[in-house]
Nanobody, 124 residues
């Protein structure tokens, strides 16, 4: 499974960005068995859970810090998961990573497939 993340950039506080994560690879041909997640890591901090989406059924779950501001969604036709980020705050500044596994969970060490990360910088 290969994951390609994109969409990061510099935005002012209160602004919006949309991150994308496109999955590919022969082992990813059956998307229904996978769970997709976004994590982030700020400088000097541990990687933290942001949001999760179960491909089958579309069940989502968010970290409290982003609930109501971020939305995770998918496009089946493009094998892509999105993270729509609204009302961004300076504390959202981090490298954002997409990840995949087949069992879910909010702990980063449960995930074996990772995208390369995309930097989001929110200025005050």
């Amino acid at each position: 499974v290969q994951l390609q993340a994109s969409g990061g950039g510099l935005v002012q506080a209160g602004g919006s960005l949309r991150l994308s994560c496109t999955a590919s690879g022969r082992s990813f041909s059956s998307f229904s068995s996978y769970v997709m997640a976004w994590f982030r890591q700020a400088p000097g901090k541990e990687r933290e859970f942001v949001a999760i989406l179960r491909w089958t059924g579309g069940t989502t779950y968010y970290a409290d810090s982003v609930k109501g501001r971020f939305t995770i969604s998918r496009d089946d036709t493009k094998n892509t998961v999105y993270l729509q980020m609204n009302s961004l705050k300076p504390e959202d500044t981090a490298i954002y990573y997409c990840a995949a596994n087949q069992q879910g969970g909010s702990s980063w060490f449960l995930y074996g497939y990772w995208g390369q990360g995309t930097l989001v910088t929110v200025s005050s």
